[in-house]
């Protein structure tokens, strides 16, 4: 569904539902080039906004009760503003009430709200529709409410719904791109400090094509959490606050003391940090076969030091290797299934769909989908 097409989608049922129209906000989800699983580490990332998103719709209620309706999962839900306690299963509800408590817990006061949201962000992609849709929400409250909160308050607000109300120890690269994201450009990001800078994405001749794998494996949540208790293992063994503050020569010298698959977990997240920095040299100095390098160096690393790729992911990235007209790819996102990222010859683009989508179905007997992203502004309102 087409962006202006969601946006009507929203704004009509809002208007069915309440009788009003609603304040408008369009938060959207986002890529990540390279950097990944760096975030929660306090190192380096480069991400960017992109064309897909959530539309939001939303206005104060004279009632008791906020009503929230999700119209891809068909479903509703009355909020107590005064009990935010979690449900007895994580769902959509879980991110919404997280945020809202959040923004209690600054001693806001947030009366009821009715709100209907809905996104084309595609399910299970990797591309963060759970950021896009924290901001969307704490972004239209802070304007609804005049709550005077700015975007890096928004965004620590939507981190700590994650993680107080969903349970993932997320770093902020996806709450960041969604909120600050540039058109056209990326944005290269030190998540110590969070300071940033809005790099042109120079790809002229080149499309950035996302090969969803449609592949979601069931220990992908809790591998997640595994790999940040192994960072923090090695972090406690080296005394230093995250990974950030360690080099290679720290990471040997605890070798012995550590187990072996904290010890490549560490060792992964060093490499990618240099990885982001070598891959902003690249684009500065428009060397796309870097960049293209970088992008295999990293799936390397993913998938055989970190371990979070599958056997679908490590397929694509193989096959896009033998594709001349494809200058990198690699897995993107938390890992055990969702997209590889390609960058790809514009001219070759129709080829490339085809070559991967029969592969892929030759293989696994079950359809990957490709789609073309384009680099988007950040959350905003827009109506």
Known sequence: MKNSELIVTVQEKFLQEFDQKGLMVFSPGRINLIGEHTDYNNGFVFPAAIDKGIALAIEKSEQPHSRILSLD?????????????????????????????????MGHTIPAFNCVFKGNIPVGAG?????????????????????????????RISQRAEHNYVGV??????????????????????????????????????????????????????????????CQEICVKLGKESLREATLVDLEQIKPQVA?????????????????????SALENNDLDRVGELLYESHEGLSNLYEVSCEEL????????????????????????????NIVRKSECDEFE?????AFKTKYHKDCSIYK????EGTRVIA
């Open 127 to 155: 591309l963060s529709s759970s950021a896009a849709l924290e901001n969307s929400l704490g972004f239209a409250l802070n304007e609804l409410y005049d709550l005077d909160l700015n975007k890096e308050q928004l965004i």
């Open 73 to 105: 999962m068909e479903d509703e839900m009355l909020m107590d503003m005064d009990n935010f306690a979690q449900g007895e299963s994580l769902s959509w509800k879980s991110y919404i009430k997280g945020v809202v408590a959040e923004i209690t817990k």
């Open 314 to 341: 490590d397929f694509l990235v193989d096959l896009a290797k033998q594709k001349p007209y494809v200058l990198g790819s690699r897995m993107m996102g938390g890992g055990f299934g969702g997209c590889t990222i």
């Open 169 to 230: 120890q997320c770093g902020i690269m996806d709450q960041f791109a969604s909120m600050f994201g540039k058109k056209d450009h990326a944005l290269f990001l030190d998540c110590k400090t969070l300071e940033s800078l809005e790099v042109p994405i120079p790809l002229v001749d080149y499309e950035i094509v996302l090969v969803n794998s449609n592949v979601k494996h069931d220990l992908a949540e809790s591998a997640y959490n595994d790999r940040f208790q192994s």
């Open 373 to 376: 992203v384009a680099l988007s």
């Open 354 to 358: 085809y070559a991967f989508a029969k």
């Open 260 to 280: 072996y698959q904290d010890y490549v977990k560490g060792l992964f997240v060093l490499q990618e940090n240099e990885r982001v920095l070598n891959f902003k």
